[in-house]
């Protein structure tokens, strides 16, 4: 529940505000009759949907993880279970990137069939069979790297540092070369829906290079401050 609930935070910190910032971008580009909506509709419906993600996914999660976090809960499910688990063998921190990577792994295993194998790489879009296979070695990296990191492997800490770098600077240097509509018609996406999410303006290409920057950052430091619960390798005596 500690894991879920700081993923969920997480997520809410960084959604919430992107939303304030598009809602009213999305409602003045949609379609309502040929009419614009109103500024006062358009301010009450982008409050309304902001209070209730703020509720949702800042302040739920928030008081999940203060309650978790209490060494009074954790000296109680410890006296209640002393049972030794798997999960006891790993710390928290870990454990949550462990089953992130597990279930990213599981996801990449759908891509060929979802979005045809559609993916970025270095400067151009990869699909079809090349797609697919690239897909399912990832997926198999991932699966290595979350037992990896459930073992508490150094290496695995290592591999996930540079998939990272790579994958980011991959995504980085496509888009900024290659238009973002062009990913979601490789995908299949009807043209009437690509033009709609070009109007709307809402997944750009200059969208897609700064959210990788900006979510590298914050990537790089939870990696750098994880490091120091890995076991560090006896020194030559």
């Given at each position: 529940m500690l894991i879920i609930a700081w993923i969920w935070l997480c997520m809410g910190i960084v959604m919430v505000p992107v939303m304030a910032v598009m809602m009213p971008r999305i409602l003045a580009n949609a379609p309502h009759g040929g009419q614009a909506m109103p500024s006062n509709v358009v301010a009450m419906i982008v409050l309304i949907q902001v209070l209730f993600m703020t509720v949702f996914m800042v302040l739920l999660p928030g008081v999940l993880v203060f309650f978790y976090r209490s060494r009074h809960v954790k000296a109680t499910c410890d006296t209640r279970d002393p049972q030794i688990r798997w999960t006891d063998g790993c710390p928290l921190?870990?454990?949550?990137?462990?089953?992130m990577l597990g279930f990213g792994a599981a996801m990449l295993l759908v891509h060929p069939i979802?979005?045809?194998?559609?993916?970025?790489?270095?400067?151009?879009?990869?699909?079809?069979?090349?797609?697919?296979?690239?897909?399912?070695?990832?997926?198999?990296?991932?699966?290595?790297?979350?037992?990896?990191?459930?073992?508490?492997?150094?290496?695995?800490?290592w591999v996930l540092l540079i998939f990272v770098i790579l994958m980011s600077a991959s995504n980085v240097i496509t888009f900024s070369n290659i238009d973002a509509?062009?990913?979601?018609?490789?995908?299949?996406?009807?043209?009437?829906?690509?033009?709609?999410?070009?109007?709307?303006?809402?997944?750009?290409?200059?969208?897609?290079?700064?959210?990788?920057?900006?979510?590298?950052?914050?990537?790089?430091?939870?990696?750098l401050w994880?490091?120091?619960?890995?076991?560090?390798?006896?020194?030559?005596q």
């Open positions: 921190p870990l454990l949550g990137v462990s089953c979802a979005y045809r194998g559609v993916m970025p790489f270095f400067g151009t879009l990869v699909s079809g069979w090349t797609g697919s296979l690239l897909a399912l070695c990832f997926s198999g990296l991932s699966f290595w790297m979350a037992r990896a990191w459930y073992e508490m492997k150094p290496i695995g800490w509509m062009e990913l979601y018609q490789k995908m299949g996406y009807p043209q009437a829906q690509v033009d709609l999410i070009r109007q709307q303006g809402m997944m750009t290409s200059q969208l897609m290079v700064w959210g990788t920057a900006l979510w590298l950052v914050p990537m790089l430091g939870y990696l994880v490091k120091r619960l890995f076991p560090r390798a006896a020194s030559p």
